[in-house]
Structures are given as structure tokens and as C-alpha cells.
């Protein structure tokens, strides 16, 4: 072999060589991280650790996980991220606050790496292994495959079956839709009780106009509620069904330049010519008014541009056929059922009980003119409003289902929908533990996935 040839020969064996080298190190070292990672997570969690766990195919949830963690730090909570595959599913019992953002494959099955995890649910028998703990779940998918978010939903109901309670409702994102994965940073903010995080991405907003602001609840003992008139931009607006959501963009700064968006169930139909909104005024232990709600019922004035995005909701659309329906609300809760029962009365369907829960009759009846209507002309059967302090004992909505159990049972077994909306510390759970006594917690569970049982609430 020429002088030449040898020299190229032996560059390319030196080359080889290096580059075995090189791989052989770098599976060393990411063995040693990954066994550093382990090791961290078999240590003892710190008690007010909260986990955020993961199962990713291509890494898009494992990125998300790494954000949702980096939004909780913000507040100063101590966070854990593992993938699934790093976790034994009885360790869980370990934390008191979850949160897992998964994704879904084939036939709602988990990515590959969480099979493992997924089959040691299926050994794990319901019980209460997780009894006293939290969780949430953001389930990522595309609704162009018939088990959407199969896995997700798997994960929830399997939580839930195993004693742990819901910090807030299963967060569905269908291909990657920033509405749905701005919803869960709005929860995120709460959890960290950080209300200025600004938004992962943020929305494109429409130009809506603030016609009228009128105040609902003149004397309450509560915080102002207000009902705003938003009128749509010249060129028109996106439009949106009874139960869709109204995303604002405060025009207000808050400790600096920050602009999260804040959300509102959306009380109008398209057909009533513009987007009303219920507004409780809220501010904070210091009195300075609340950045959405200040902004909508005090700052902006009528006449001035509001900057709104419609958010579709499809959990919390009305039911397609004259099932009857149960609707359930506290407060400004009112909101989203107002649109429901305006778009039951549009589509002629008149089986609807409303229970409407506030503090005083006097002072908190709002849109008690527009019920007293719906109950004239047949749009309500059934209509019942539980006041909290007009008795010397405290008197809610799950107290009225309560009351009215064999009623609530006997539309169910009709056929009713079950739709919740208000407020999610207090209510939301008080009616769900009343559901379960009076209809049994698995057929609550049946008619949950049947789409029967739907809540809005936050
Ligand atoms: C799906 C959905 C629908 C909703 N529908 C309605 C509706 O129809 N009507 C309605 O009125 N609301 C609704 N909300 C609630 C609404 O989105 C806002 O959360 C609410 O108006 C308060 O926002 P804010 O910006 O005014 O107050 P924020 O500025 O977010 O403050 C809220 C509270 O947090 C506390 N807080 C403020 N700053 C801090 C801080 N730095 N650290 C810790 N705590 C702080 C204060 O106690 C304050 O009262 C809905 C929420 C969701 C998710
Ligand atoms: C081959 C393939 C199969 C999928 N199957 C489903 C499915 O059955 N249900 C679903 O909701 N999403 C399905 N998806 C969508 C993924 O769950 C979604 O893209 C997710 O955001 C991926 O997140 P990841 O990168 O963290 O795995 C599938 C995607 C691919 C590429």
C-alpha cells in the first residue's frame, strides 16, 4: 500500500477510533445523570414537595412538564419533574400535590417509555392508596384519533379511583391548542398563587368595544358583581356557542410590564348582538383591585376597547338532543348557565331545573328578571334559589340537591345532563360529594364519562 493510502487509512481508523470514544463517554455520562436523577428521586421527598410527572414520546409533554415546573418555582413552591418511567407508581403516595402532563398513542395508549408505569396501574386495584392527596392532569392529544387523550383520561380516572382529589378538572389540549394550555397556566397561577405569570404564548386578541356595565348587586355583602354589554369589532368576531369562554387581556400593568390574560364565561348568544360577561369586582389583602376584574369593572369605561379572544369549550356546550338538564351555579357561576338556558330556549328544549345558589335574596338575586322570565314562559321547569345567610344555618347548593335527592334521581335516571359552573373551592366539590351520596360514586363516574356530568368551574 502506498505511503498515501496508509496515512488515509490510518486517519480514518484514528477517526473511528475518537468517535467510539466520544460515544462511549456520552453514554457514560448521560447513565450517571440519569442515575443522579434517580437517585434524587428515590430520596425522601421533602414534605411540601409537589410532582410534576411526565410521559412523552417525542418530548413535547416532557417540554410542557419543564415549563408548568419553571411556573410553579416562580411562586417559590418546591417542584420534582420525573418521567413516568422513573417513577414506581406506588411512590406516589409519597406527595400530597401532582400534576402529570402525558400524551397519548395508538389505541390510548401511553408513550412507550410510560408502559411500564401504565401497567402497574392495572395491578393497583381502586382503593385509597392515594387518599388525602392532589392532582391534576394535562392530557395532550389530537382529536384526529378516535381514543383522544385516551391516556390522560385513563390516568384521571385512575387518580381518582385511587382516593386523590382533583385540584382542578382534567385540561384536554387537542394539537398543541395554546386556548387549552393557557387554561391550565391559569390554574398553575393559582397554584402558585402567582396571578401575574405572564402567558406562555400569548393570545391574539379581537378589539370588542365596552357598551354598558350595569352593577347586579347593589348593598351585597359579597364583592361587586357587574354585568358588562361587549359589542364585536366592525370587521366581526369568531363566533362562539352557549358555554364557550372569553379570554380578556387587561390594558393594566401590574409590578412591571406583565400581560396574562384572565377568563369569563361567556352569559350571551351571538343572536343577542354581543358577548355579556358577569363580573365579580375582586381585589387583593392589600385592596388594590384585582388585574382582570378591576380592569373590567372599574378602569376600563364605556366606549373603550377591551381586547377579547373567544375560547371554544367544547366540555361545556349544551347537549345536542332535548335530554333534560340540571344546572347548577353559584355566584357569577350564573354566567355560562345563562347561555345554556338562552340556547335551550332557542332550540326549544324546556326539561331544565336550575339551582342557583348566592348570599342574600335581597341584595344578590341577579338576573333574578331574566329566571322569573324563563320560568314564566316554560323555559324552566324546575327553578329553586338557595340563599347562604338568609337563616340563622348556612344554606348551599349541594344542601338544596340534598334536599331534593329522590328529584335529582329521577332526572337522571331521565336522562339529564348534569352541568356545574361557579366556584371550585367550596361549591364545586360540596356538589360532587352530594352527587355521589345521592347517585353513588360510580355512577357519577359512568355518567362523567358518558358526558353527563360536566363542570366549569374556577
Ligand atoms: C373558566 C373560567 C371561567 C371564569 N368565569 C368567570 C366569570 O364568569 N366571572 C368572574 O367574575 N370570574 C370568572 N373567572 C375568574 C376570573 O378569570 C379571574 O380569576 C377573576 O376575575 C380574578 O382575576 P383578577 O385578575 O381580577 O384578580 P387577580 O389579580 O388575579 O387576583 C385574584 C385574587 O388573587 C389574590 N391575589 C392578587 N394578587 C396576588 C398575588 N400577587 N399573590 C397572591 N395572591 C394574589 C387576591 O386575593 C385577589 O382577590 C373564571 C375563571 C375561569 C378559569
Ligand atoms: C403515531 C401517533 C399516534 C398518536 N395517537 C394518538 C391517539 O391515539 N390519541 C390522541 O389523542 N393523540 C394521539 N397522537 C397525538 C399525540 O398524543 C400528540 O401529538 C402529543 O402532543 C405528543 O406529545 P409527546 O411529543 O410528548 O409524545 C398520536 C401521535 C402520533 C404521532
Given at each position: ?32 445523570q440519569h442515575a443522579r436523577a434517580q437517585q434524587a428521586l428515590d430520596a425522601p421527598a421533602p414534605a411540601d414537595a409537589l410532582l410534576v410527572a411526565y410521559a412523552s414520546q417525542t418530548g413535547y409533554a416532557e417540554a410542557l412538564a419543564a415549563q408548568t415546573a419553571q411556573s410553579l ?27 402529570f402532563v402525558v400524551s397519548t398513542y395508538g389505541e390510548g395508549d401511553p408513550p412507550d417509555a410510560a408502559a411500564a408505569f401504565a401497567g402497574q396501574m392495572q395491578q393497583i386495584p381502586a382503593g385509597a392508596m392515594l387518599a388525602g392527596a392532589q392532582y391534576a392532569v394535562l392530557a ?143 381585589r387583593g389583602p392589600d385592596g388594590a383591585l384585582g388585574l382582570g376584574s378591576g380592569w373590567l369593572t372599574h378602569i376600563a369605561q364605556p366606549g373603550d376597547e377591551i381586547a377579547l379572544r373567544v375560547r371554544a369549550n367544547r366540555n361545556f356546550h349544551a347537549p345536542a338532543d332535548d ?136
Amino acid at each position: 500500500m502506498s505511503q498515501p493510502r496508509l496515512i488515509a487509512a490510518a486517519c480514518v481508523v484514528l477517526t473511528w477510533a475518537l468517535l467510539c470514544l466520544w460515544a462511549w463517554r456520552r453514554a457514560r455520562l448521560q447513565q450517571a445523570q440519569h442515575a443522579r436523577a434517580q437517585q434524587a428521586l428515590d430520596a425522601p421527598a421533602p414534605a411540601d414537595a409537589l410532582l410534576v410527572a411526565y410521559a412523552s414520546q417525542t418530548g413535547y409533554a416532557e417540554a410542557l412538564a419543564a415549563q408548568t415546573a419553571q411556573s410553579l418555582r416562580a411562586g417559590g413552591l418546591t417542584v420534582r419533574v420525573a418521567a413516568l418511567d422513573q417513577i414506581d407508581a406506588a411512590r406516589l403516595a409519597d406527595y400530597r400535590r401532582m400534576l402529570f402532563v402525558v400524551s397519548t398513542y395508538g389505541e390510548g395508549d401511553p408513550p412507550d417509555a410510560a408502559a411500564a408505569f401504565a401497567g402497574q396501574m392495572q395491578q393497583i386495584p381502586a382503593g385509597a392508596m392515594l387518599a388525602g392527596a392532589q392532582y391534576a392532569v394535562l392530557a395532550l392529544g389530537d382529536s384526529e384519533y378516535a381514543h383522544f387523550c385516551g391516556f390522560g383520561r385513563h390516568l384521571d380516572h385512575w387518580l381518582h379511583a385511587q382516593g386523590a382529589a382533583p385540584l382542578f378538572d382534567l385540561v384536554e389540549v387537542d394539537n398543541g391548542d395554546p386556548a387549552a394550555l393557557r387554561h391550565w397556566q391559569h390554574h398553575l397561577g393559582l397554584l402558585a398563587g402567582r396571578s401575574d405569570l405572564p402567558d406562555w404564548e400569548a393570545p391574539v386578541y379581537e378589539s370588542w368595544r365596552l357598551a354598558d356595565r350595569t352593577l347586579l348587586n347593589p348593598g351585597s355583602q359579597g364583592g361587586p358583581c357587574h354585568l358588562l354589554t361587549l359589542t364585536p369589532p366592525a370587521e366581526g368576531s369568531r363566533p362562539w356557542q352557549a358555554g364557550d369562554i372569553a379570554e380578556i387581556g387587561p390594558r393594566r400593568e401590574r409590578g412591571g410590564a406583565l400581560q396574562a390574560h384572565r377568563e369569563y364565561s361567556i352569559a350571551s348568544l351571538p343572536e343577542d348582538g354581543g358577548i355579556q360577561l358577569l363580573v365579580r369586582q375582586m381585589r387583593g389583602p392589600d385592596g388594590a383591585l384585582g388585574l382582570g376584574s378591576g380592569w373590567l369593572t372599574h378602569i376600563a369605561q364605556p366606549g373603550d376597547e377591551i381586547a377579547l379572544r373567544v375560547r371554544a369549550n367544547r366540555n361545556f356546550h349544551a347537549p345536542a338532543d332535548d335530554r333534560p338538564m340540571i344546572l347548577v351555579a353559584n355566584g357569577t357561576g350564573l354566567a355560562g348557565l345563562r347561555a345554556l338556558i338562552k340556547a335551550r330556549r332557542a332550540a326549544g328544549h324546556r326539561r331544565n331545573w336550575l339551582i342557583f345558589g348566592e348570599r342574600n335574596a335581597a341584595c344578590d338575586g341577579f338576573c333574578g328578571e331574566d329566571i322569573a322570565r324563563w320560568r314564566q314562559d316554560g323555559t324552566l321547569e324546575r327553578v329553586d334559589t338557595v340563599f347562604s345567610r338568609d337563616q340563622a344555618e348556612r344554606r348551599y347548593v349541594q344542601d338544596c340537591l340534598r334536599e331534593q335527592a329522590h328529584a335529582v334521581r329521577a332526572w337522571v335516571d331521565a336522562g339529564a345532563a348534569v352541568y356545574v359552573c361557579g366556584s371550585l373551592q367550596g361549591m364545586a366539590g360540596g356538589v360532587d360529594d352530594a352527587l355521589q351520596d345521592i347517585l353513588g360514586a360510580q355512577r357519577l363516574q359512568d355518567l362523567q364519562q358518558a358526558g353527563r356530568y360536566r363542570r366549569d368551574v374556577y
